[in-house]
């Protein structure tokens, strides 16, 4: 749990503020996984602040929440391509992805064992996502997206979730599915996009 705080406050999820009154508070809880190593044992123990979004009011604290995933179609063509021409993929998994994604105005209550004691009362102003606020998905992918194309990726027009950039004879290839980025690297002559 003190892991989970500090990466919040290391990233400047949130501010304390005094409670604005008018507005909705939404709660938080702790959600907790053991990780396992592939032999079963036990890798370490996991604690994740998730922000109860079902008491989000639509207009009040979010407006729209749709993220666009990656089709399955076009994961499936991937790694076809990638056994039959045995090219090398890479599954990325970001930490702590939404904590990237930027909000406009929501307020949280203080995570329970962490309240703090010089400022009891006030709440979190989030200035980024948490896992469970509506709209935390589309928060991750507008930061994420828009990031791409400053770095030489293009969106492919048949899935908004597949990008591609062109690096001398090779293929850079993204594939994005709410936090998880399956990445291929492959020659030019083999795929054309």
């Known amino acids: ?3 989970e705080i500090d990466a919040l406050h290391m990233q400047g999820t949130w501010t304390l503020v005094p409670n604005p009154g008018n507005k909705n508070i939404v709660g938080s809880k702790w959600i ?4 396992r190593n592939s032999d079963g044992s ?12 079902f008491s989000q009011e639509q207009g009040l604290d979010f407006g ?7 089709r399955h179609t076009t994961v499936r ?10 090219w090398q993929l890479r599954q990325l998994d970001v930490k702590n992805a939404f904590l990237h994604g930027e909000l406009e105005e929501v307020f949280m209550k203080q995570p329970q ?3 703090d004691p010089r400022y009891p009362d006030f709440v979190c102003k989030l200035k980024k996502s948490l896992y469970g606020l ?3 998905p589309r928060a991750w992918n507008a930061k994420f997206t828009g990031y791409l194309p400053a770095i030489g990726f293009q969106a492919s027009q048949s899935d908004p979730s597949l990008f ?3 690096l001398d004879s090779e293929v850079v290839i993204l594939l994005l599915y709410i936090d998880d980025i399956i990445s291929q690297v492959l020659m030019r002559r083999w795929f054309s996009l």
């Open 77 to 86: 063509l991937i790694l076809s391509l990638a056994a039959m021409n045995k």
């Open 164 to 166: 591609f950039r062109y």
């Open 42 to 53: 036990i890798a370490r123990h996991k604690a994740r602040l998730v922000a109860q979004g």
């Open 1 to 3: 749990m003190k892991e």
């Open 113 to 115: 064992g962490f309240a």
């Open 134 to 136: 509506k709209q935390a």
């Open 32 to 35: 907790y996984k053991i990780k």
């Open 64 to 70: 729209e929440t749709f993220s666009p995933v990656v």
